[in-house]
């Protein structure tokens, strides 16, 4: 672990490699699991404002789910989350043939709206926690994301490359540009 700034970030993101490989895993991290994607409060406002711009992209299941529950939800530790499908799959996922999409990204790809996605799925495989004194930056290791791991190492892209733009998107340019130079001096 290392400082920079007011986070503190796991080793793990500059020496792993990773880059998701949706031909093998199918977009499993947003249909697996047993929660929402973390949401930030402002986040939980934008998450009402794009829907209705968003509904169209979505399937029924997820339009019933979210219309039930409401555009994003408070999770069992209280923290905000985007709604999820009969506890599954999450309320924004879309499928091109067997591969799960996220609905909104397909509206911001398209110009319908100027939000890509949660930052917290935009980060991942990189999880962040904010604590009252710093954030903690850490690499959240997945067996559904093998696939992505063997392709990250076979292009040599570490994680830190490969979510450059969710990193700057939520540290700022500055930010990225000091990580870099930590990921500089650790190789040598």
């Not at 490699?17 to 929660?35: E, H, M, P, Q, R």
């Not at 905000?80 to 924004?92: M, P, Q, R, S, V």
């Not at 690499?139 to 063997?150: L, M, Q, R, S, V």
Request: aromatic letters at 10%; one cysteine or more.
């Amino acid at each position: 672990m290392f400082q920079l700034g007011k986070t503190i970030v796991s080793e793990e993101i500059l020496e792993r490699d990773f880059v998701c490989n949706l031909s093998a895993c199918k977009g499993n991290c947003c249909i697996d699991g047993d929660a929402g994607a973390p949401l930030s409060a402002e986040e939980t406002k934008i998450m009402e404002e794009i829907y209705p711009k968003v509904k169209p992209y979505l399937r029924p299941e997820g339009i019933a789910a979210i219309e039930a529950q409401g555009t994003w939800v408070k999770g069992e530790d209280g923290d905000f989350e985007t709604t999820l499908i009969e506890g599954k799959d999450c309320a924004y996922v879309i499928f091109d043939g067997a591969t799960a999409l996220c609905g909104i990204e397909q509206a911001y790809n398209e110009g319908i709206v100027s939000w890509k996605k949660p930052v917290s799925c935009h980060l991942y495989p990189i999880r962040v926690k904010d604590f009252s004194e710093f954030t903690a930056v850490n690499y959240d290791k997945w067996d559904i994301c093998n696939d992505a791991c063997t392709l990250g190492k076979e292009l040599q892209v570490p994680v830190y490359k490969f979510v450059k733009e969710a990193l700057v998107r939520k540290f700022g340019e500055d930010w990225y540009l000091e990580l870099e130079k930590v990921a500089l001096d650790l190789k040598k």
